[in-house]
Nanobody
Framework: QLQLVESGGGLVQPGGSLRLSCVAS????????IGWFRQAPGKEREGVAY????????NYGASVQGRFTISRDNAKNTAYLQMNSLKPEDTAVYYC?????????????????WGRGTQVTVSS
């Protein structure tokens, strides 16, 4: 059964850090680019970061550039999102997604499989 399962969300104070994990099963993980997206209440789902299947090419949304880092461990079928200097506006449900075409973008339509999300709340 194909699955992407996110974990690592929670409540953190402004300026704090969290590391999200995305564990894949049921498909060949290293054939897929991985993206992280987020959705805040009442807002559209926003692309945060992606990493190509080789792991050598990454890109970030403007709002998280310099604060978030995406990585992957193909041996563990796992992708990560390290989030530093968190702000209240980073509060959202965070989703990972897999893109078989390895297109290297943050367009939702490029992604074939999605996890169910993990909640991140940044508040004092």
């Amino acid at each position: 059964q194909l699955q992407l399962v996110e974990s690592g969300g929670g409540l953190v104070q402004p300026g704090g850090s969290l590391r999200l994990s995305c564990v894949a099963s049921g498909f060949t993980f290293d054939y897929y680019a991985i993206g992280w997206f987020r959705q805040a209440p009442g807002k559209e789902r926003e692309g945060v970061a992606y990493i190509r299947r080789s792991g050598t090419i990454r890109n970030y949304g403007a709002s998280v550039q310099g604060r978030f880092t995406i990585s992957r461990d193909n041996a563990k079928n796992t992708a990560y999102l390290q989030m530093n200097s968190l702000k209240p506006e980073d509060t959202a449900v965070y989703y990972c997604a897999a893109d078989r075409s390895d297109s290297g973008g943050l367009h939702r339509s490029d992604y074939d499989y999605w996890g169910r999300g993990t909640q991140v709340t940044v508040s004092s």
